[in-house]
């Protein structure tokens, strides 16, 4: 290995699924040792197996801290000019399974200790010194036990030591704003499972202006969230059900996605908007939208799927339309079931549709006694058209009045519950390759909490 050139090397190190297998390098030869010192990107990952070996009785005095291990490689990094190769950096504590997290939220979901509080200030004092001039992008995952009931100004250190940084990625922490000041090179944040003092997202907006992709998932301590962000183009805000006000006024913003519950207050200025994933409860209260004019592509995902001509009313430009009713599996027949006719008359130029197995329930229901002279119209737009039957048989008629809106070379991809009967599948395929020849018919099956898959029926012989 030491025979490869010096770059090449370098790139190996920087390789490495958890850099502690640089530390062992470094031991094992000295051209590694003296090569490390060039590596740009490193990932040091608290393993399960280590935090269990830290926790054990028989094995704990043995096992080095996984702080003392950070601070360790980082500070042999480091040269003695005070320079740093490092320009990307991921430090994080390995998710447990869902047994050893019940474990733990049974113990009381605390841990007073600190050995793997990774946004504690006095950890992040001994080290960002050592790298922090040439990092550009910096990553931290938290021991959520350890950081939730511990306020950190880990933001305020970071972003006045780090004055270089574009990507900044925060996970499982209690963060505070205070002293927070103007970071104008930042391009990406991320904060993912993040208490987070700024209950308006006032100094997110004042502090980070330059942000092009912004994502919030699963942020608490939010009352009346604003996103007010000029240059933002990528948005995606996973928000729990507290706040009841959301708005986001973010002029060049291109792509969103927006996942929430059933807000009172919905404000959308987003006048360049080309993609939107919208996962709603109920869009129900007061919702101001701008004119999307230029949008092309709506996934939406609601109890409620007649709002979409509320939402999206006069969207001329839509190509690719996803429908998915959000929890399918509980029908409520006092709400109001929205149609074809809803599709074509807000999204008139829509030539790729997705049905999701609740949407294909209410277009069956809103089909129900009408015969084929209920579509009077002559739009045939639709190039292509996947839909995922719930359980069950296929109503021949409703696929067949859906139909009638596809052009003769439409591809049609039908996707099957993997739980339905085997001999219901063989006559689903059956009759809709029989009776409707002339389209390019696709097979697949799903499931829940499962990834779709095609079906080749040359060769595939069972379900």
Request: contains cysteine; charged residues 25%; glycine residues 4%.
């Amino acid at each position: 290995m030491e025979d490869l050139p010096p770059s090449i090397l370098v790139e190996i190190l920087s390789r490495f699924g958890d850099s502690t297998d640089l530390a062992r390098c470094r031991l094992a030869s000295r051209t590694l040792r003296l090569l490390s010192a060039d590596v740009r990107s490193i990932s040091v990952v608290c393993s399960r197996e280590r935090f269990l070996r830290a926790r054990a009785p028989a094995t704990r005095e043995h096992t080095v801290p996984f702080r003392s291990l950070v601070f360790n490689l980082l500070s042999f990094l480091s040269r003695s000019d005070g320079g740093c190769a490092l320009r990307s950096l991921s430090l994080s504590v390995e998710e447990p399974d869902a047994a050893s997290a019940d474990e733990e939220e049974d113990d009381g979901g605390f841990d007073d200790g600190d050995d793997l509080h990774l946004t504690a200030a006095d950890f992040l004092s001994q080290w960002l010194p050592l790298v922090a001039l040439g990092l550009t992008s910096l990553s931290i995952g938290d021991y959520w036990c350890q950081a939730c009931w511990r306020p950190s100004t880990a933001f305020h250190l970071i972003l006045e030591q780090c004055s270089n940084l574009l990507n900044l990625e925060m996970k499982n922490a209690s963060l505070s704003v205070a002293g927070l000041k103007p970071m104008l090179n930042l391009i990406t944040l991320r904060l993912e499972f993040i208490r987070l003092d700024d209950e308006d997202l006032d100094k997110v907006n004042e502090c980070f202006p330059s942000l092009q992709i912004l994502k919030l998932i699963g942020v608490g301590g939010l009352r009346k969230p604003k996103i007010a962000l000029t240059q933002l183009r990528i948005c995606h805000w996973t928000v729990s059900n507290f706040p009841l006000s959301l708005a986001i006024h973010a002029p060049n913003l291109v792509e969103l996605k927006l996942e929430c519950v059933e807000p009172k207050y919905l404000v959308l200025e987003t006048p360049l908007l080309s993609q939107i994933d919208l996962k709603i409860k109920k869009p129900g209260g007061h919702i101001k939208v701008g004119s999307f004019l230029c949008l092309k592509s709506v996934r939406m995902e609601t109890s409620y799927l007649k709002g979409i001509k509320q939402l999206f009313e006069g969207c001329q430009a839509v190509k690719k339309l996803e429908l998915q009713e959000f929890n399918s599996s509980k029908i409520d027949e006092s709400v109001e079931k929205f149609t074809v006719l809803d599709i074509i008359s807000t999204f008139p130029n829509v030539d790729d549709l997705k049905l999701g197995p609740g949407a294909w329930n209410q277009l069956e229901t809103s089909f129900v006694g009408c015969r084929d002279s209920y579509i009077s119209c002559e739009w045939r737009n639709l190039k292509s058209l996947t839909i995922k039957l719930p359980p069950g048989d296929l109503n021949i008629a409703t696929l067949s009045i859906l139909l009638k809106f596809c052009i003769p070379s439409c591809e049609v991809a039908v996707f099957l519950h993997k739980d339905s009967p085997d001999c219901t599948k063989n006559r689903i395929i059956a009759r809709c390759a029989g009776n409707f020849p002339r389209y390019k018919w696709k097979w697949g099956i799903w499931k829940e909490t499962c990834l779709d898959s095609l079906l080749d029926l040359q060769n595939d012989t069972n379900f």
